[in-house]
Nanobody
Framework: VQLQASGGGLVQSGGSLRLACAAS????????MVWSRQAPGKERELVAS???????SYVDSVKGRFTISRDNRRKTVYLQMNSLKPEDTAVYYC?????????WGQGTLVTVSS
């Protein structure tokens, strides 16, 4: 199983980024997909999740700014991030969760400058 995250970068406060996580080696549509992040010196926190049935949930700090979505045909989960703030700076990780196991991808760095 591989999860390949991409789309991170440097953006100014108020800007937008779209992260993508492409999966292979698993039956993607069976898995819930999760985006987490870890800021320097802080614990990893769950940012957003989407179930196999496309139900979504978000941490309060990103509600109204971030949108998680999935394309089962492309085996890809996305995180659209708008109105970015410096406190959104972190390494963002994707994760697949299902009855057959939990899998992590490598992170992609998002840096928001003030």
């Amino acid at each position: 199983v591989q999860l390949q995250a991409s789309g991170g970068g440097l953006v100014q406060s108020g800007g937008s980024l779209r992260l993508a996580c492409a999966a292979s080696g698993l039956f993607f549509s069976d898995y819930s997909m999760v985006w987490s992040r870890q800021a320097p010196g802080k614990e990893r926190e769950l940012v957003a999740s989407i179930t196999s049935g496309h139900s979504t949930s978000y941490v309060d700090s990103v509600k109204g700014r971030f949108t998680i979505s999935r394309d089962n045909r492309r085996k890809t989960v996305y995180l659209q991030m708008n109105s970015l703030k410096p406190e959104d700076t972190a390494v963002y990780y994707c994760r697949a969760e299902g009855a057959r196991g939990r899998y992590w991808g490598q992170g992609t760095l998002v840096t928001v400058s003030s």
